[in-house]
């Protein structure tokens, strides 16, 4: 069974930091763009960060550029998400999605991925 599961989230304060997993099971991450994504209460689904399959590429929402990093390990079929400096307006589900093309190239669209995982909030709070 394929499969996307993400894990990390909890509660932090603002300016702190949270890394954010994303481990697949039933396939390999190798072949695959990953996109990690974002939905506030109210709010449309929000693309945060991607990474190509090689790991060459990586893209970032404005939102979160200079404060996101992303990273692959692909011995432990397992996607990152370092989330540093955050925000009140960090607070959100994050999601991670796999795309299957093995190229240079990823995208922070949503409706260009094919399996997602079920989520892990983020709460920033004082």
């Known amino acids: 069974q394929l499969q996307l599961v993400e894990s990390g989230g909890g509660l932090v304060q603002p300016g702190g930091s949270l890394r954010l997993s994303c481990a697949a099971s039933?396939?390999?991450?190798?072949?695959?763009?990953i996109g990690w994504f974002r939905q506030a209460p109210g709010k449309e689904r929000e693309g945060v960060s991607c990474?190509?399959?090689?790991?060459?590429?990586?893209n970032y929402g404005d939102p979160v550029k200079g404060r996101f990093t992303i990273s692959r390990d692909s011995a432990k079929n397992t996607v990152y998400l370092q989330m540093n400096s955050l925000k009140f307006e960090d607070t959100a589900v994050y999601y991670c999605?796999?795309?299957?093309?093995?190229?240079?190239?990823?995208?922070?669209?949503?409706?260009?991925?094919?399996?997602w995982g079920r989520g892990t909030q983020v709460t920033v709070f004082s």
């Open positions: 999605a796999a795309q299957a093309r093995a190229d240079l190239y990823c995208s922070t669209y949503s409706s260009d991925y094919t399996s």
């Open positions: 039933g396939f390999t991450l190798d072949g695959a763009a």
């Open positions: 990474i190509s399959s090689s790991g060459a590429t990586a």
